[in-house]
């Protein structure tokens, strides 16, 4: 026995302290433990950390300016923007020198396309000055302002070179303020004209649709979960197959169904019409629009709303009902007062899944949505894939996380992320 | 007591049967009347129908046939929240998401009770169970005990005339449940309501009750009060059920003023009471309870049919002694002697000769 009275740190029998013992004790199983999910942390930072942070990063980058032209950037760096005229020939003579290595390398279209995204036209003016750069001789074909302006007269519109010196430093946040439909202008960052303004509309509409979807899985779901909580086993495990089957079904095949059941030719719409509830020439348009897209992604992610509420409504006992029933509460109060709060948790868990799940929805959109029923991730497909302007795609992403991580903490907030249960 | 008064009837059971599937009754024939204020148990193994009464009388479920009154009113078609039947569960349900005094408060608050009054009326309560201290903890905060008492609370807090209780101590440790059992009786008639209690557990059923009716198979084997219960068994189930017992298997000779005799399997004789058997020839079980065993020869009575048994063990218990015999042929034959300075302490393979009064030992149904 120690002795209790004494005040240091409490030794262990070999008079070091215990808690350097106990530490040493716990290193072994400590080391174990980290080996065995070794696998586990390199396949999430390989495949998950790793590409958020690029996403990240290209959504600023914008070193292919000062890579690609770099004695330009250089020679325009104290041209004044707002003087209303090009700048002078050493800044063209500049550009032709950079321009004839970069068309060696084949990396003037790239600037090219880089600075199209920013003002329309740049582009075309790259390509057609490369093939022209290609035949010049630095030494002797000077000047080069004239040469330049030969090619296009738009060499000479301040404009252009505007943009290459707003574009010239290797951080931009270009990406973003296009991503939250704004530009830098003159005077600075201003919205862009009415007529290119997408993406906050897209922004909203997703963040409205999928709010739809999941208040329509909580409707949907809630009576359902409550029945599997609630009837006999055999019955219920019945009742769960059909709940689970929508995950046994290859997701096109569910969101193909929707586009027979909903068209204008399809199963619905052909009942109503036999029925006489509409005109043949009235038929309802159901997909292609918003509602096409909130009724397919509502039944795909039911499933997703059904099984944590019934998780957690699986550990309510039903002498709970019971015992509000005996003291006095009718069917509705005991449901509400004494039922319903302890289901809760469930409701959390699985709004939280069906709306993350929700607002990164891609394909159902896709193929259902039309043009008014798409997200914002089929705008980010878009960028990635077609347009290939990879930095507004990450920006977008980038966007998307941040509100999602916003919403999350706004939930912990206002509900509490410990009272979230999956079962 | 007024336990057997039966005109003024306050809970009536009549020709109450129960069905969950059409073809087997869980609850055969109930018959069962209550008076004001008594303390009634139902006690009986799992399956034998007493929670399915104690559940038809809360409102959970309906009777397949049958009349069950309260006040002398058909509750048959009244929901449960409005037979105003405070009831104790077995798990206590008290509801995790509010505290205590939340809990104790719902009752008065579905019953549109003023705030003054709910708040008087949840201290009070809480008081009585010696709670008062805790009226703002959430239940999964108390201890076991804690929460029964808790539960309780909640159950009277409202005062209802009759309050159903299903296994309220299962869950807690021995000693704890013997302090409640005092606990909930002492409550039960200072506060003078009538209590309806399940339970398997047959000292619990013994140490609380007025009357107890112990359940098989559907049937109200017996009803009657503890000591009757325990000294006067009605059917060798009933004799079986409530505490030890010996059971010692033959025929009876004859019945003449009040004493049967009986011839064991083994060919001795024995004085029995006949308590169910009627005529001579008829197989029977008789039953004997281990500490109406004597073996001390001077204690016992002139003329006594005494049988020979061997000593197979013998275990201290500290407060008696009990001691596992072969007699006629059972080897699971146990007595119990109380631990007193002058009692013997019988060795294992030691042979003795046992004997008992007629009127302990009760020829039954075989």
Redesign the interface.
């Known amino acids: 026995m120690s002795d209790i009275t004494q005040s240091g740190p409490v030794l262990a029998a070999d008079g070091k302290p215990l808690k350097h013992s106990l530490n040493r004790a716990l290193r072994r199983q400590k080391m174990r433990a980290m080996a065995l999910i070794l696998p586990l942390l390199a396949f999430v930072l390989l495949t998950f950390i790793v590409p958020i942070g690029q996403m990240l990063f290209r959504s600023v980058q914008n070193d292919i300016v000062q890579n690609t032209l770099p004695q330009t950037v250089i020679a325009i760096q104290d041209w004044d923007a707002t003087s209303g005229e090009a700048p002078d020939e050493a800044a063209f003579a500049a550009l032709a020198a950079d321009f004839k290595i970069a068309v060696e390398n084949k990396t003037h279209t790239r600037v090219g396309s880089r600075l199209n995204y920013e003002t329309p036209g740049i582009s075309s003016l790259f390509r057609k000055a490369g093939r022209k750069a290609k035949r010049w001789d630095l030494e002797t074909d000077g000047p080069f302002k004239e040469q330049f302006l030969d090619i296009d007269e738009d060499w000479g519109d301040p404009a252009i070179w505007r943009t290459i010196q707003k574009f010239s430093p290797p951080v931009t946040s270009g990406y973003f303020l296009n991503a939250a439909d704004m530009q830098l202008g003159d005077d600075g960052v201003e919205f862009r004209p009415e007529n290119q303004q997408i993406y906050i509309t897209l922004f909203k509409r997703t963040l409205f649709m999928s709010l739809v979807i999941m208040g329509a899985c909580i409707l949907l779901g809630y009576p359902v979960a409550w029945l599997l909580a609630n009837l006999p086993s055999a019955k219920a495990n019945v009742l769960l197959i059909l709940v689970l089957l929508p995950f046994w079904t290859s997701l096109l095949v569910r969101t193909s169904a929707w586009k027979v059941m909903l068209q204008q030719q399809g199963v619905i719409n052909d009942t109503l019409v036999w029925l006489g509830l509409v005109a043949d020439e009235s038929r309802l348009v159901m997909i292609n629009n918003q509602f096409g897209t909130i009724v397919a992604m509502t039944h795909i992610l039911l499933p997703f709303m059904i099984l944590p509420m019934y998780s957690v409504m699986q550990t309510i ?1 039903p ?2 009902l ?10 509705w ?2 449901f509400w ?2 039922y319903f ?2 289901s809760v948790p469930g409701i959390g868990a699985g709004s939280i899944l069906v709306f993350i799940l929700a607002i990164g929805y891609y394909i159902t959109p896709e193929l259902v949505g039309g043009t008014k029923g798409v997200f914002i991730s089929n705008r980010i497909a878009f960028h990635i894939s077609s347009s290939l302007n990879w930095g507004l795609a990450a920006a977008l992403g980038t966007i998307l996380l941040v509100a999602v991580l916003i919403l999350y903490w706004a939930y912990d907030k206002i509900v509490g992320i410990d009272n979230v249960k999956l079962g | 007591m007024a336990a057997s008064n039966s005109n003024d009837a306050f809970v009536e059971f009549e020709r109450v049967q129960k069905s969950y599937d059409g073809e087997t009754l869980v609850v055969k024939d109930l018959n069962l009347t209550m008076p004001k204020g008594e303390f009634l148990t139902m006690l009986g193994p799992s399956g034998s129908g007493k929670t399915t009464c104690l559940m038809m009388l ?3 479920e309906t009777a397949t046939h049958g009349d069950i009154r309260l006040g002398g009113i058909s509750i048959n078609n009244i ?9 104790v ?3 206590y ?1 008290l ?3 509010m505290t205590i005094a939340e809990n104790l408060s ?2 008065l608050e ?2 549109k009770l003023g705030k003054s009054e709910r708040e008087e009326k949840v201290k009070r309560a809480l008081d009585m169970v010696e709670m008062g201290a805790f009226g703002g903890r959430r239940p999964a905060q108390l201890s076991g005990g804690q929460q029964q008492r808790v539960a309780l609370a ?2 009277l807090v ?1 005062e209802p005339e009759l309050v ?1 209780m299903d296994e309220p101590l299962g869950a807690l440790d021995k000693q704890l449940r013997e302090k409640m059992q005092f606990e909930i009786t002492h409550l039960a008639h200072n506060l003078g309501i009538t209590v309806v209690y399940v339970t398997h557990d047959q000292t619990e059923a013994l140490t609380m009750s007025d009357r107890v009716a112990v359940f098989n198979d559907g049937v109200i084997q017996q009803l009657a009060p503890p000591d009757q219960l325990y000294e006067s068994p009605d059917n060798s189930f009933v004799a079986q059920f409530i505490g030890e017992n010996n059971t010692l298997e033959g025929q009876v000779k004859e019945i003449a003023n009040g004493i049967a005799v009986v011839q064991l399997d083994d060919g001795e004789l024995i004085d029995c009471k006949p308590v169910n058997v009627d005529k001579p020839g008829e197989r029977t079980r008789v039953s004997i309870r281990p500490e109406r065993v004597e073996y001390n020869k001077d204690r016992l009575s002139d003329g006594a049919h005494t049988l020979k048994a061997e000593v197979l063990e013998f275990i201290y218990m500290g407060d008696i002694f009990r001691t596992r015999l072969r007699v006629a042929g059972n080897d699971e034959f146990i007595i119990k002697t109380r631990n007193a300075p002058d009692q013997v302490r019988l060795q294992p393979g030691q042979q003795i000769e046992i004997g008992w009064l007629p009127e302990d030992c009760r020829a039954l149904d075989a």
């Open positions: 006992p002498s709970y019971r015992a509000a029933k005996s003291l006095g509460a009718t069917n109060t005991a007062r004494v709060p302890q | 809360a409102g959970f929901p449960p929240h409005k037979r105003g039947i405070g009831m569960f077995q798990n349900a509801f995790p998401h719902f009752p579905v019953r909640r159950a409202f159903l």
